[in-house]
Nanobody, 128 residues
């Protein structure tokens, strides 16, 4: 089972940028579906972005497409979420998630209950 530790959150103004990091340790599989989710107060956890570790295939929620970019650094076992042009509605706790998958799979996952490894979250607050 992998361990995930997020960092990089903070308080920013609308229009600013942030880069979230997810440190991945304990990898035993060669391929994972990795995801970023977020949860605002009083709301359900929602999908933000996903990436296939081996093949780099990505997918984004409509609300962030064109503003956010998910990436991974294989040698450093890191997953990143670059967030540009932040809006107050992006305010939430952001979580990194991982799901072990077949090495030949190009699967990406957008549903939170498909993931079985989660980080503790990092707070992002965007002021208007």
């Amino acid at each position: 089972q992998v361990q995930l530790v997020e960092s990089g959150g903070g308080l920013v103004q609308a229009g600013d940028s942030l880069r979230l990091s997810c440190a991945v340790s304990g990898r035993t599989f060669s391929n994972y579906a990795m995801g970023w989710f977020r949860q605002a107060p009083g709301k359900e956890r929602e999908f933000v972005a996903t990436i296939n570790w081996s093949y780099g295939r990505t997918y984004y929620a409509d609300s962030v497409r064109g503003r956010f970019t998910i990436s991974r650094e294989n040698a450093e076992n890191m997953v990143y979420l670059q967030m540009n042009d932040l809006k107050p509605e992006d305010t939430a706790v952001y979580y990194c998630a991982a799901k072990e998958i077949n090495s030949a799979s190009t699967t990406i996952l957008t549903v939170n209950n498909r993931y079985d490894n989660w980080g503790q979250g990092t707070q992002v607050t965007v002021s208007s």
